[in-house]
């Protein structure tokens, strides 16, 4: 079957399980999942059962959608991304976000745990992404283009949304939460950044730096869908300080700053 008889057979299983047309999608990245629990009235369908659907593999990710209202909001989330590093092609990728799309979300909310290369972040800041570099010569949108869904030649010029980024800062001030603002690049990964690397992303602009996010935002931009990212500093990047990396420092950060996060996302919702 080809792409688009895939996506629209995924969009048909999941409208056949609700009546509800979401209008934000969530992405929910490693240890941030769970916001999904606070999801009222949720509809929660596993990957495994939607036809088309790829599976997720990594430690702190669940494989799963749900659907209802949060924040006064119906929404969709993902519990659980797919990572280039995982081995799935970019457009499997980024299938969930063109499925989601497909059910009629008008706005998309990426959220990761990334690694601090600004000097100034603390492991357990957020981070408003405003911008990001695309370091890893791939990009989902390369092959055939679907002129259905959106143009060979994306602009992203405003790839992150102005009015999105404002709610979201202003969510931030009036909950007290102190918010960072920033440049994401993405590397593909798994390993994680030599310091050497991390010298030339400062160099380059980026503010921090992660293994996703930048294939579904470029397939929103493609979609016209407006964009809020929100990265969790869960370490400072390779090279800052004197100590390994390592998978569970990720993992426990983004745990420790879990109800910061989902306060603000909760409220951010509110005021879209
Ligand atoms: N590098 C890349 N990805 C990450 C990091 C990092 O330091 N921390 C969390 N995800």
Known sequence: MDYMNKMKESIKFIKSKTKETPSIGLVLGSGLGSLGEKIENPMVIDYKDIPNFPMSTVEGHKGQLILGQLGNKKVIAMQGRFHYYEGYPLKDVVFPIRVMIGLGIENLIVTNAAGGVDEDFCPGDLMIIKDHINFTGQNPLIGQNFDDLGPRFVDMTRAYDERLMSIAKKAGEDLGISLKEGVYMWFTGPTYETPAEIKLARTLGASAVGMSTVPEVIVAAHQGIKVLGISCITNMAAGIL??????????????MVKDKFERLVIEILFNI
């Open 242 to 255: 004197d100590q390994p990396l390592k998978h569970e420092e990720v993992i426990e950060t983004s745990l």
